[in-house]
């Protein structure tokens, strides 16, 4: 794993304090960093500016809120065209209920997870995903009955690993 270019080990360390953190004081953060605020906080700002940082969120524990149901859906396209992924990606990010989607390569296209409050309500989305024409061949449910682990990568350990 290579870092990008223009990242230092200190950008590594803002990056990996946000990331596990959120926001942060200035103090607190150059602390964490072990940099002295105001520079902390200038590369902060830098890294926020080149969209490194993309926003800031909880980590909410759906389970003690409400009842949902997570489905995890694999899906393959008729087709390969780049028109039919770009269709079937844009109309993915607009439904709500689908928390992840990733492309993936060999026998499958995409793997989501979908969260709905009802496995019937689950179904209206998919009926909805397959009435919109997005050239759907065929998809499988699998039906979560717990989440075990829900993490971010830990960005300082992948940066670690560069390749020599």
Not at 5 to 31: F, M, N, W, Y
Not at 80 to 102: G, L, P, Q, W
Not at 113 to 130: K, N
Not at 141 to 147: N, W
């Amino acid at each position: 794993m290579r870092e990008r270019k223009g990242l230092d080990p200190t950008d590594i360390r803002i990056l990996s304090a946000v990331q596990r953190h959120g926001q942060l004081s200035k103090t607190k953060l150059a602390e964490i960093v072990n940099l002295s605020p105001t520079p902390c906080w200038a590369r902060l700002a830098r890294l926020r500016a080149a969209g490194y940082i993309r926003g800031y969120h909880a980590d909410i524990a759906l389970d003690r809120v409400l009842d949902a149901t997570r489905v995890v859906v694999t899906v393959s396209l008729n087709s390969h065209r780049k028109s039919d992924f770009d269709r079937f990606e844009t109309y993915i990010r607009s439904v709500d209920e689908i928390i992840n989607c990733v492309a993936t390569g060999g026998g499958l296209d995409y793997v989501m997870t979908v969260v709905t409050p009802s496995l019937a309500t689950f179904q209206d989305v998919m009926e909805d995903l397959l009435a919109a024409d997005l050239a759907i061949d065929r998809y499988m449910t699998y039906f979560a009955t717990r989440l075990i682990k829900a993490e971010q990568p830990n960005l300082a350990k992948l940066a670690a690993y560069r390749k020599t």
